[in-house]
């Protein structure tokens, strides 16, 4: 899987849900922005501008947090991986190679010095197995 691959799929099957951040005032072709802030200050803006002014028609509306982006992300991961299954810990122990360190401390600096791709691949591997077969 290549790493869009995998934010998408991960995204998916956490249930990643987007939050609201902030608000905008939008022209009804919605070709133009102006004025970020909450909604109350976006509605008060609109309700304070002049009689025919061409911003009156403009309706308030909300802009939505991006989905994580998982495999450039360790803080990313460390949500999915709060409540990951032993298998996922198991293949990332073998992705990182950490499996063929013959001293404890090594086996632990490898997985704990994991990068985030590494950490989707596991997780991946262990969701959807049959994507990774051949």
Do not use: H
């Not at 790493?3 to 902030?22: L, S």
């Not at 028609?57 to 803080?75: A, G, I, K, M």
């Not at 360190?101 to 596991?122: F, K, P, W, Y």
Request: aromatic letters at 12%; charged letters at 25%.
């Amino acid at each position: 899987m290549t790493p869009e691959q995998m934010r998408v799929a991960i995204t998916e099957k956490v249930g990643w849900k987007p939050r609201v951040i902030d608000y905008n005032c939008v022209s009804p072709d919605k070709t133009s922005y102006c004025m970020i802030g909450t909604k109350l200050e976006c509605e008060d803006w609109i309700a304070k501008l002049p009689a025919g002014s061409r911003f009156k028609s403009y309706t308030v509306q909300p802009c939505y947090s991006d989905p994580p982006n998982y495999p450039e992300d360790l803080n990313a991961c460390a949500q999915f991986e709060k409540d990951a299954p032993i298998e996922y810990w198991m293949k990332l122990w073998e992705i990182t190679g950490a499996c063929a360190m013959s001293l404890r401390s090594q086996q632990i600096a490898l997985v704990a010095g994991a990068t985030a791709t590494q950490r989707c691949e596991a997780l991946c591997r262990v969701w959807w197995p049959e994507r990774f077969e051949k």
